[in-house]
């Protein structure tokens, strides 16, 4: 990126020069809201409200026949979605399906490939992971008898911040079964290089699996390309699917005979599956992962989502991604480094090792900072200890929404506005 200007002009004009502007149209984005939190929760489009209520409609006209005689057979929609997501992530139609929650797929899948009386016992994550992923990895290594305390590895960060993948690469011994890492870390944004892992775990016989809860949709990955074994997501994100969304899986195509842990009757074979049987015989792709049935209402929305997204194409949703994160390091670098701003960027400086929101840290009162830009309505959240998360989200964020949040940020500490605000709250923290 050129060198940033820090007047105003100067985002509109970005504003005006942007291939995606229109997009943002096709979103309900709140009257006098910045939203900035779309890596939480991204917002409606027009597209995903028209397929929710396409749904609506077909259960009211149809009933039970929507199962098959909706517009996309509701009892092929995980797997329809699946195929739309797909190109996303550079996978295979028949590798990915949407199904479950991101937790249960993580219990699913590390309790399908793990495998610990085949010799090696050991799980690699790391210790900025979201939390959930390790709850259900150590859930699932008790399930199996073994002591999560004795086998899994926790890489630990350098600067509190980032993990280096030679530090993984070190942690992969020959009692290693599972590398199971996040694709983008959820505090500083930083986006691991999957590839490499992926290679390092199989020169050693080691499966890789990731969660891309905060890349999809704003990062391009090549599944495929790269031979990752297994990966989940969330679909509320940047695909803007809803709040509590039906979450993703790709499965690939190497594992198709593997036996899912969590066995159900949604990813039996579909041809058989209302006869009854008794017995499970698993889908022969990914769908076999799905449990139980698919909550159609809460993956319609996911349906326009996926349309709005493809139209714009996930290498140009990164380019501007990287663009609006790059001129709000620039802002963040330029205008509030010094006293009484004392803000840092936590976030990796290169683009390609960022993922599409950006921390900014101060060391004291991040959290009624935060909380003063949300009274002032610019929504960004807070993880503690210090850090204000910043997302522009490359689909309905402009250049000049960007530089208000800068702006405004800059008044609230010049003002000491977030006085006004309690140190400590018993809210829940979004
Ligand atoms: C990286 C990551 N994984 C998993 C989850 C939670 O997934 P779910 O609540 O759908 O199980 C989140 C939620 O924010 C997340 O950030």
């Given at each position: 990126m050129e060198e940033v200007n820090t007047g105003r002009r100067y985002a509109e004009k970005l504003d005006e020069k942007d291939p995606l502007a229109e997009f943002r149209n096709r979103y309900i984005v709140p009257d006098d809201v910045v939203y900035l939190d779309g890596n939480s929760l991204g917002l409606i489009s027009v597209d995903a409200e028209e397929c929710l209520d396409r749904v609506v409609d077909e259960w009211k006209e149809?009933?039970?026949k929507g199962w098959k005689d909706a517009e996309i057979p509701w009892i092929w929609y995980g797997e329809r979605l699946g195929d739309m997501t797909a190109p996303l992530i550079g996978a295979e139609e028949d590798e990915v399906v949407v199904s479950n929650c991101t937790t249960v797929n993580i219990h699913t899948l590390i309790g399908t490939f793990y495998d610990p009386f085949k010799g090696s016992k050991k799980i690699i994550v790391d210790e900025l992971d979201f939390p959930t992923d390790h709850y259900a990895i150590k859930a699932q290594m008790k399930l199996k008898g073994i002591d999560p305390e004795e086998n899994l590895i926790v890489v630990e960060s350098r600067d509190g911040r980032t993990i280096d993948e030679e530090d993984v690469v070190d942690r992969m011994g020959e009692d290693v079964a599972i590398v199971f890492l996040p694709s983008v870390l959820y505090r500083s944004g930083q986006l691991l290089d999957i590839e490499y892992i992926t290679e390092e775990a199989h020169k050693r016989d080691i499966l890789a699996g990731f969660d891309l809860a905060h890349s999809i949709g704003v990062c391009p990955h090549k599944l495929d390309e790269w031979e990752v074994d297994f990966a989940v997501w969330c679909n509320?994100?940047?695909?803007?699917?809803?709040?509590g969304a039906i979450a993703g899986l790709y499965v690939n195509e190497k594992h198709f005979d593997s036996m899912p842990a969590l066995a159900g009757w949604w990813g039996h074979?579909?041809?058989?599956?209302?006869?009854?049987?008794?017995d499970f015989t698993p889908a022969e792709h990914s769908g076999a992962w799905q449990i139980g049935t698919i909550p159609i209402l809460s993956s319609a929305p996911l349906e326009g989502s996926l349309r709005i997204i493809r139209e714009a194409g996930v290498d140009r949703i990164r380019k501007k991604s990287v663009r609006l994160t790059s001129y709000l390091i620039s802002l963040v670098d330029k205008l509030l480094k010094d006293e009484p701003y004392n803000f840092r960027v936590g976030t990796p400086r290169d683009a390609e090792n960022r993922g599409g929101h950006v921390a900014i840290e101060r060391d004291k009162e991040a959290y009624r900072i935060n909380r003063a830009m949300i009274n002032r309505s610019f929504i960004t959240d807070f993880r503690p200890p210090n850090i204000i998360r910043v997302c522009p989200s490359p689909l309905y964020t402009r250049y000049v929404d960007v530089w208000r949040f800068i702006d405004n940020l800059k008044e609230v500490v010049q003002t000491e506005?977030?006085?006004?605000?309690?140190?400590?709250?018993e809210e829940i923290v979004y």
């Open positions: 149809l009933g039970i509320y994100k940047y695909l803007n699917s809803g709040p074979e579909k041809s058989t599956q209302f006869d009854m049987n008794l506005e977030y006085e006004k605000f309690e140190q400590e709250s």
